[in-house]
């Protein structure tokens, strides 16, 4: 059974980075592919990107290339995302999610907790 | 991209009704649609993939149905737990959600 634990909340300026973690436990890190979905306060999902780590493929929704890093540690099976030149639209609830290999597309499960990014000066 | 629309953005039912809600596609996504609960706080729960399969441990009330642009998803009988958001999900190229329904109880 796959678990995601994420990091805890953040506050940041606006301009500044934030680094998001998501653990990965019961499986190995690298026989997954980690997606990355946000949440504005009292909004829908939005999909950000993923990271493939059986072939190394990143994807990433339009509006967040160039922006956007995710990356992974197979070490500790942990996988990171990063977020810069922030600005307040960026304040929301970010969740780590794997596909979940059933189907014939992509699948989001588990999810990690989240982890609520506040963008404020 | 893909685009998803769902209709109504949020209903009211009494416990025991049958409720029935919709998502469309701008293109034709076959049977790439899965449908998720969210309830106020939590991380989304995958309840049916592929349009119409339902997750291991799901209650049976849940089902999906649909290919191409139009699908749709039915509680058969509302329980107060089942107060949430439900979003529709697509995966042609890359993954879009839908808007959301918002079910309550009346």
């Known amino acids: 059974q796959v678990q995601l634990v994420q990091s805890g909340a953040e506050v940041k300026k606006p301009g500044a980075s934030v680094k998001v973690s998501c653990k990965v436990y019961?499986?190995?890190?690298?026989?997954?592919?980690m997606h990355w979905v946000r949440q504005p306060p009292g909004k829908g999902l939005e999909w950000m990107g993923s990271f493939d780590s059986k072939n190394g493929e990143t994807l990433f929704a339009q509006k967040f290339q160039g922006r956007v890093t995710m990356t992974e540690d197979t070490s500790t099976d942990t996988a990171y995302m990063e977020l810069s030149s922030l600005r307040s639209e960026d304040t929301a609830v970010y969740y780590c999610?794997?596909?979940?290999?059933?189907?014939?597309?992509?699948?989001?499960?588990?999810w990690g907790q989240g982890t609520l990014v506040t963008v404020s000066s | 991209d893909i685009q998803m629309t769902q209709s109504p953005s949020s209903l009211s039912a009494s416990v025991g009704d049958r409720v029935t809600f919709t998502c469309q596609a701008s293109q034709d996504i076959s049977t790439y649609l899965n449908w998720y609960q969210q309830k106020p706080g939590k991380a989304p729960k995958l309840l049916i993939f592929d349009a119409s399969n339902l997750e291991t441990g799901v209650p049976s009330r849940f089902s999906g149905s649909g290919s191409g642009t139009d699908f749709t998803f039915t509680i058969s009988g509302l329980q107060p737990e089942d107060i949430a958001t439900y979003y529709c999900q697509q995966y042609d190229n890359l993954p879009t959600f839908g808007p959301g329904t918002k079910v309550d109880i009346q």
């Open positions: 999610t794997t596909d979940k290999g059933v189907g014939n597309g992509v699948v989001f499960d588990p």
């Open positions: 019961g499986y190995t890190l690298t026989e997954l592919s």
